[in-house]
């Protein structure tokens, strides 16, 4: 029988359609909508009384504003958003006990990192910026680059230019200052970079060489400043002839075979939907936990979209370290966001709203889904490396470009990026492998689309089944094997830095 609504707990008071449930078509065996139900959004399974909770997830996402009849369509509008969980009431280590899924694969072919870390999954020249007064030139070098000099180099997968509106016009010595400072820092030496480092400054900018290098990284032989150089063609030559001087020893590097203890992945999900709760998040974080039974290490973030469901994450922190850690940086959000004059309620988007998501609260408990249930064993500030392996939330905005930016930083070499609405969203510097939360949006864009996790909802796949997809198509990307779609157009989004300090 077709599926025509989803109830995904036993508590929930409300079950969301699987496609338009039309006024007095029956929902649910002995439920007539008494209206029309749109596509992902939810209807009522008894009567609600008015400032009784909604339930979904099995966790109450709102109270109601007035009451609401069984066979009615609970709308944006019916709720009243809760409080979040207060940060001093969590506790910390006592769900780290789940059973993970078999990984079917130990194994994948990636670059061994020079500067030691996580391995790549590609081998790209990375031409890093200290100013985005740089930017002009170095775009037109790139073109020359790619189009003169690549094609001799067939073991270099790309060339990719890191620009950003940083570096000047800041205040340097903020104390936020530090984040998109040290996320700079660690793009210059991300995994997909092979071990080479190239940079381009200006002059005169106030984010500095030092700032931004290590101390072993050799300024004469890796830095090129545009001011210290005559004319326009000069520059377009000299970035050209450093360009060539990497590309020769990058195409020498080779694919190994890897553990999985040596890969790093990121999750994310954008354009989100009621469905990407039920479909698409479940089976990445089921892929995830597969990645982490066999050693490897996977990043989650989007602090918006975690806060309300902190208390469990705390619950699956595997010590008093890491759940402290993530206390700082709720709180630290929070404050972030009072000091703007906004809170989590900005959030989410009118394209969740029409997906049927109607508050933060229940989109937060469809995106922690993607973390899977392995413990958190670290919790990393914006833009930070990990430090252990397994499962570990790294701590972003929810902005889609933020986010990927950040984690880059923090070294993923690869993204899994799910999707409701549907988003065009990619990294230049590592694969991003889109997986969409309903058949409707894999039929609309069957060419950006890598897997379709709608076939959950309709009943054709299981969570399992998908994950384990999702997680041999990760190898597969991970390992050279396959292109994800945004790779293969050249789909590739800006740099966007997470700067909270003042902009002078």
Not at 3 to 12: F, G, K, S, Y
Not at 337 to 360: E, Q, V, W, Y
Not at 467 to 475: R, V
Request: aromatic share 6%.
């Amino acid at each position: 029988m077709k599926r025509t609504a989803i109830q995904l707990h036993q508590n929930d008071n409300v079950a969301i359609a699987v496609e338009l449930i039309p006024v007095g078509q029956e929902a649910l065996p002995g439920l007539i909508a008494l209206e029309d139900i749109p596509q992902g959004h939810k209807i009522a399974l008894h009567d609600i009384l008015k400032d009784s909770p909604i339930v979904r997830y099995g966790v109450d996402i709102g109270y109601a504003m007035h009451n609401i009849s069984r066979g009615r369509c609970v709308k944006e509008t019916s709720l009243r958003l809760p409080v979040p969980p207060k940060l001093e009431d969590m506790h910390w280590g006592i769900n780290t006990s789940a059973a993970l899924p078999t990984a079917t694969r130990s194994t994948f072919k990636g670059f061994v990192n020079p500067w030691g870390g996580p391995a790549g999954t590609r081998n790209l020249l990375g031409i890093s910026t200290t100013v985005q007064c740089v930017t002009g030139v170095l775009n037109i070098a790139v073109q020359r680059i790619r189009q003169e000099l690549l094609p001799r180099y067939p073991y270099v997968d790309g060339i990719v230019a890191l620009n950003h509106a940083y570096g000047c016009g800041v205040a340097i010595n903020a104390p936020d200052a530090d984040i998109p400072i040290r996320t700079l820092r660690n793009l210059v030496r991300h995994p997909n970079f092979g071990g080479e480092v190239m940079a381009l400054g200006l002059g005169c900018e106030k984010l500095t060489l030092e700032m931004m290098l290590e101390k072993e990284d050799n300024i004469q032989e890796n830095v090129l400043m545009l001011q210290e150089i005559k004319g326009f063609q000069a520059m377009i030559s000299a970035i050209m002839e450093m360009a060539e001087r990497k590309l020769k020893k990058l195409n020498q590097r080779r694919r190994q075979t890897l553990p999985l203890s040596d890969l790093l992945i990121g999750m994310q999900c954008g354009g989100s939907d009621a469905f990407s709760g039920v479909t698409a998040n479940p089976a990445a974080g089921y892929a995830a936990d597969m990645l982490v039974q066999a050693g490897g290490t996977v990043l989650f973030s989007e602090a918006t979209e975690v806060r309300d469901g902190a208390h469990l994450i705390a619950e699956r922190c595997a010590d008093e370290i890491c759940f402290q850690k993530l206390v700082s940086e709720m709180r630290w959000y929070d404050d972030y966001l009072t000091r703007g004059g906004a809170d989590r309620s900005a959030n989410p988007t009118p394209g969740n709203k029409k997906g049927g998501l109607s508050n933060i609260v229940e989109k937060a408990m469809g995106s922690i889904a993607k973390s899977g249930t392995a413990p958190i064993v670290e919790v990393l500030s914006p833009g930070e490396k990990p430090t252990k392996k397994g499962m570990i939330y790294a701590n972003t905005s929810a902005s889609d470009f933020v986010c990927g930016t950040s984690q880059l930083a923090s070294g993923i070499t690869l993204q899994v990026f799910m999707t409701g609405r549907g988003t065009p969203y990619g990294l230049a510097a590592a694969p991003v492998i889109k997986i969409c939360s309903r058949n409707e949006l894999k039929e609309q864009w069957g060419d950006l689309i890598d897997i379709n996790a709608g076939l959950i909802a309709t009943g054709e796949m299981t969570i399992t089944e998908v994950g384990t997809l999702l997680f041999n198509e990760i190898l597969d990307v991970a390992s050279g094997l396959k292109k994800p779609a945004a790779e293969e157009y050249s789909i590739y989004n800006d740099l966007c830095l997470f700067n909270p300090a003042p902009i002078t």
